[in-house]
């Protein structure tokens, strides 16, 4: 595989973006045979398998409407049912957040295989964007009962939600790559990004309608 040349004058230009994708095609299909390893060994030894990936932002909804509901919690007004508003943002917010660890994540993973072998480092994030893909595939599936129970009208538009949501996932990919550099150097930055990660979550009206002047001035 010809390595991609960072440095000169003409960095951003046309020969680099060829060149990267040229080295993610060539990287395809290795990234497709380590996504299967990694679907199949994530819930492999588990007897309610694929339940266990939309439990967490479904725990988080039921978390957070009852406490609205028990008046512990000031989320404001709505335009649709709050355990609708509070899944959606939850399954925005967690696909954004495993992009950010993504690079990061299957770069330690694969640091024995990385020191030995030669293969394309491509599959590795390209492996990790399947899986996000496939979890958030699966995470749409409690949505959409909540939004039929509710009787939630969807657009016409609706399916053309799908490009910012491609967009977000790339933008929490990008994140992570540029951290990840740093985050094999130092451990406390894989630990800083987690915990920085939990409390962005309440900076941004995932869980909460934020005001005008902006959720924290609205705490």
């Known amino acids: 595989m010809k390595p991609i040349v960072y440095g000169g004058p003409q960095r951003w ?22 996504l299967v390893r990694d679907l ?39 335009a649709v049912p709050y355990p609708a508003y509070v899944m959606l943002g939850t399954v925005l917010w967690q696909t954004f957040a495993r992009g950010v660890l993504a690079p990061l994540t299957a770069v330690r993973q694969a640091a024995p295989l990385l020191a ?51 967009h977000l996932g790339l933008l929490g990919l990008a994140f992570g790559l540029w951290l990840a550099p740093f985050g094999l150097l130092v451990q406390d930055v894989g630990r800083g990004l987690e915990a920085g990660l939990g409390l962005w979550f309440f900076l941004t009206p995932v869980a909460i309608r934020c005001p005008p002047t902006g959720c924290w001035r609205g705490w």
């Open 13 to 34: 230009g046309g020969q680099f973006w060829q060149e990267l994708a040229r080295d993610v095609w060539a990287a395809r299909e290795l990234a497709g045979c380590l």
């Open 40 to 78: 199949r060994a994530q819930y492999r030894q588990s007897f309610l398998g694929y339940f266990w990936a939309f439990v967490p932002p479904l725990a988080a909804a039921m978390g957070f409407a009852l406490a609205k509901d028990a008046q512990l919690l000031n989320v404001g007004a709505t």
């Open 116 to 166: 030995r072998i030669a293969f394309p480092r491509e599959a590795l994030i390209l492996a990790q964007a399947g899986q996000m893909a496939v979890d958030f595939a699966v995470q749409l599936l409690p949505l959409i009962g909540l939004f039929w129970w509710f009787r939630l009208p969807v657009p016409v538009a609706g399916p053309l939600a799908l490009v910012p949501l491609i």
